[in-house]
């Protein structure tokens, strides 16, 4: 097992290429490193200005005053050899090359990245990227991306990543976000994965503190017996959600000129890959719902679906989906029938889906809710909750997110939340911060509670 904290939690920062130019590459990263709070020293590398952002910049990495955990190389491809010379000369400890043209663009790219790979192994350092945007570590304040991020929400989610997006333009919509922000404590995207795999991801984050779930995006598994065997290790303690795209042969091709990762074929490894417990995701959007269900719901107990709806049509849908998922409906006990009775009309039984949009006729809209969600929620024969609600005028009430916010706190089940309707945003705002994940659509709500049933078995 490699030790590659000096990669991805450094003590100190070295920025070959930081530039006094907040508009170029350079600039921007060390520019966020400055402005994110690093816990550690900077040390900005250049050669034609004393000082950068404030910071006392040195011509060459042999200048700075002490050997160095983690260096960032901002430059073309043609001087990348020469700045790892560097690195190898100054004892760092880890490098993170963020420029592109290597494997991705070719044999000629991938030659030149090997040479790199080569003479790093012989010094001993510990490499990421090349045709990496940066990483990011909040438990240590290194915002180490060249996308600004004025917002990023700190949490138990770590991410090890083949794409910039999580360290760039998509991560960077989803912090800008008034709600349902990711919490995320790490986002470390490696590229074309020169060196640390996600095996060395994988025994980093086995013993992290600040790590609560896992997110890999990866385009190819260098070694797989031993990244399934610690995927088994980790079963049942840290989720592991995967997103492994590359499925077709176009797929393939693609991957290859987007991070150089060779072909590799997927049915070999499917089946190994469920039976180790990891979660396998099919898009970027079903990565990041799965990722924000786990980190803010608790565990399940089973996998029995209570669902409780003001839409007839949502409640058979989400009875479809629960099915095509693996999951149960829910058989409510006689109490639950009781309680659910008082909010209907006599010549109606309560079922799941549990339809109350009858009882706002029959005891107003906070009542119906009031008495429907709790009964739910408290049923002893129900794991996971699935609330689909309208949110017209006339099933609105003020009191809508205190409501929710109960039920999270109280019952301490995993619940997801589906709302369509004028209201349905404000009601959004109003749990925010509570850990309720939100979905669009009612198959997505399922989705995400199916893997955090799975997350147990």
């Known amino acids: 097992m490699r030790d590659i904290q000096p990669l991805v939690a450094p003590r100190s920062i070295a920025v070959i290429g930081a530039s006094t130019n907040p508009n170029k590459s350079g600039g921007v990263l060390f520019s966020n490193l400055v402005g994110g709070n690093f816990k550690g020293t900077l040390y900005p590398i250049n050669p034609g200005s004393p000082e950068v952002m404030g910071k006392k910049a040195y011509a060459r990495l042999s200048d700075v005053p002490e050997a160095v955990d983690l260096v960032y190389i901002v430059l073309p491809s043609q001087q990348m050899e020469a700045a790892m010379q560097q690195c190898v000369d100054a004892k760092a400890r880890a490098a993170c090359i963020i420029t592109a043209g290597f494997s ?3 044999p000629a790219g991938r030659a030149a990245q090997d040479k790199l790979r080569e003479t790093a192994r012989r010094a001993g350092i510990l490499l990421a990227g090349p045709n990496t945007i940066g990483m990011v570590n909040t438990d240590c304040g290194m915002m180490g991306s060249f996308v600004n991020f004025p917002r990023w929400e700190k949490g138990g989610i770590s991410l090890f990543t083949q ?32 060196d640390v795999d996600e095996v060395d991801f994988l025994d980093f984050a086995s013993g992290d503190a600040g790590t609560d779930v896992i997110g890999l995006y990866i385009e190819s598994i260098r070694n797989p017996e031993a990244f399934l065997q610690k995927a088994k290790a980790l079963r049942g303690t840290k989720p592991i959600v995967l997103l492994k795209p590359g499925r077709t042969a176009e797929g393939k091709k693609a991957s290859a000129c987007h991070t150089g990762s060779l072909p ?13 417990g990891i979660l396998r995701t099919e898009d970027e ?9 786990l980190a803010m719901l608790p565990k399940a107990k089973g996998k029995r679906v209570g669902i409780a709806t003001t839409s007839g049509a949502l409640g058979v849908i989400a009875a479809d ?6 999951l149960e409906l829910a058989t409510y006990d006689e109490l639950t029938i009781s309680r659910m009775a008082t909010i209907f009309p006599e010549w109606l039984t309560p079922s799941n889906p549990f339809d109350f949009w009858i009882g706002i006729d029959v005891k107003g809209s906070k009542e119906a809710h009031h008495v429907g969600l709790h009964a739910v929620f408290a049923d002893p024969n129900v794991d996971l909750v699935l609330c689909t609600l309208l949110a017209p005028p006339n099933a609105d009430f003020p009191e809508m997110g205190d409501l ?3 039920l999270r706190r109280q019952y301490d089940k995993p619940f997801a939340l589906v709302a369509y309707g004028s209201a349905a945003a404000r009601w959004t705002e109003e749990v925010e911060g509570a850990r309720i994940p939100v979905y669009s659509t009612v198959r997505t709500g399922v989705r995400a509670l199916a893997m955090v049933a799975r997350a147990i078995s």
């Open 163 to 194: 794409t910039g997006i999580f360290t760039g333009a998509v991560m960077r919509q989803i912090m800008d976000s008034k709600v349902q922000r990711l919490p995320i404590s790490k986002s470390i995207d490696v590229g074309n994965k020169i």
């Open 285 to 293: 959007d079903d990565f990041v719902n799965t990722l924000r269900a």
């Open 104 to 106: 991705e663009a070719g």
């Open 264 to 276: 590799s074929e997927n049915a070999a490894i499917d089946e190994a890959i469920l039976e180790s």
């Open 404 to 406: 929710l916010r109960t």
């Open 321 to 326: 989906l629960v099915a095509d998922h693996n």
